[in-house]
């Protein structure tokens, strides 16, 4: 039995193979099917604009630009259309002033003075007026004075002509110096990586410039287009969410003369937090990446596009390197550039593993301590303390009350006794909740309490003296050192 391993699509499956034929019968797996794209691999967006009733007039309003986005075979027939028709009938009318005037009956008369000499039938009226207007001038066929009429339609010809070939040779050669060719330089990968860098869950994709002119000011941009449902129950399809690539830290402004990876952090801000490598299966979603830049020979802007559809978005890939040093140059190798390689990536989404982490440590609760700064749990429940009793006083209380107005030596005496009212928590449950009983008193806790309780009296000993009478001489005493306004306060709050 041997196994083939097939590709459909972007889909790979193991076919096994026997010799009793078996697997033979079986019929083929089905091809997936081939999602609408938006916008193309090549840059082209699939939209069609249909139903526009009166408002097709509009493109007539702008009949330059019309002409300059019509297809290649459309400009070249308009071109020569428009040229046939202007040279046929400025030769029409050099024709009709000849038969009016009655030069065609007296063509072989030496002593008749014509409009235009030598100009016998229409062949000959078309030749003069091709001569004219492409200034060819063979000197066979030309207009005399005797003609007011004829020079009259000379200007009205030369004027004509000016309009007709600025309009059309400039057409044609905005069409093409358009820099859309210049997109074809530059390069994306063909398939998108989902991978860890710097410890963070990054989505990546690479671009490169074939070329040795540079890209002037270049941009990235990408944009997630997903359909989704509000809570008011309205459908939003194909809605657009924007990608950060690095717009806070100028990563976004690309200085593209070697292939560059582009990357995207999944954070609590991405619209990928929630997306894990099983919800890739079942998601939709397509990936718009725009870059912008200003052609360096030609000072015209550039635009290049692409997408990434959910199929073309590898969990758990990198990108192979492509630049080595060489002997006085770094040489690029555009054979690797969209070649990826597996590398150990978690499973599961941004959003499930702060999740486990949560779980795993209830008490680091990022909305209570900076998970930045080493913080104990003995910080985090003071905190909490400090939260509630500041809640429970009056407005004018709470801002006299605050700690940034107390001295450092009442600040140093309040932590040392915020770490003797949690010692409790190493006292046994049973003792725990003894004590939390009113009216008992600290004799009914017996020796193991009172032992417990030796290094409170021993931390108020390795006090200094000052800070001993202080802790040591009850609520007078430490009022006593305290401001007028403060000791106010604090004989208010307890009456």
Request: include cysteine; aromatic fraction near 10%.
């Amino acid at each position: 039995m041997s196994a083939l391993r097939k590709k459909f699509g972007d889909d790979y499956q193991v076919v096994n193979t026997s010799s009793s034929g078996s697997g033979f019968n079986q019929p083929p797996p089905e091809k997936k099917r081939k999602r609408q794209r938006f916008v193309d691999k090549n840059g082209r967006c699939n939209v069609q604009h249909g139903n526009l009733g009166g408002e097709t007039s509009r493109y007539l309003s702008d009949l330059f630009t019309t002409l300059v986005d019509l297809k290649w075979r459309w400009n070249l027939f308009i071109f020569i259309l428009t040229y046939t028709v202007a040279w046929l009938f400025m030769a029409s009318m050099w024709w009709c002033i000849a038969y009016i005037r009655g030069d065609l009956n007296r063509g072989h008369n030496d002593k008749y003075t014509r409009c235009v000499a030598n100009v016998y039938n229409f062949p000959s009226a078309f030749l003069f007026f091709i001569e004219t207007e492409a200034t060819i001038g063979y000197g066979h066929r030309y207009i005399t004075d005797k003609c007011p009429e004829g020079i009259i339609l000379f200007l009205f010809q030369s004027i004509l002509g000016s309009i007709v070939d600025a309009f059309l040779i400039g057409c044609m050669f905005i069409k093409m110096s358009q820099p859309k060719k210049r997109a074809e330089t530059l390069m994306f990968s063909e398939h998108a990586a989902i991978s860890m860098r710097d410890g963070k869950l990054t989505l990546m994709f690479r671009v490169g410039n074939l070329r040795n002119s540079h890209m002037v000011s270049a941009q990235i941009r990408c944009k997630l287009l997903k359909s989704r449902q509000t809570p008011e129950g309205e459908f939003l399809p194909l809605d657009q969410l924007e990608l950060d690539v690095g717009f806070n830290t100028g990563a976004d402004q690309l200085f593209l003369v070697s292939p560059l990876t582009i990357c995207h952090v999944i954070d609590t801000k991405s619209p990928f937090y929630d997306l894990s490598q099983r919800s890739m299966q079942t998601e939709q979603f397509e990936i718009v990446v725009i870059l912008e830049g200003i052609v360096e020979t030609t000072g015209m802007t550039c635009q290049a596009r692409t997408s990434y559809t959910e199929d073309e978005v590898l969990w758990g890939h990198r990108f192979y390197p492509v630049i080595s040093l060489e002997e006085g140059f770094f040489k690029v190798d555009y054979s690797q550039f969209h070649a990826t390689f597996e590398v150990s990536t978690p499973p599961y989404s941004v959003k499930e593993a702060e999740e486990a982490l949560l779980l795993s440590s209830p008490l680091m609760a990022p909305s209570l301590c900076n998970s930045g700064e080493k913080n104990s749990s003995l910080d985090c429940l003071e905190t909490l303390e400090d939260n509630d009793s500041t809640c429970k006083l009056p407005t004018k209380l709470q801002k006299m009350s605050g700690r940034e107005g107390l001295p450092k030596k009442l600040l140093r005496m309040s932590s040392t006794t915020s770490e003797m009212t949690y010692s409790f928590g190493d006292l046994p449950m049973k003792l725990q909740r003894i004590s939390s009983v009113p009216g008992v008193s600290d004799d009914k806790l017996g020796g193991k309490a009172s032992k417990m309780s030796e290094p409170m009296s021993k931390s108020v000993a390795d006090l200094p003296p000052k800070l001993q009478r202080m802790a040591g001489g009850g609520g007078g005493r430490m009022d006593g050192h305290l401001p007028p306004k403060l000791r106010k306060m604090n004989s208010d709050r307890f009456t």
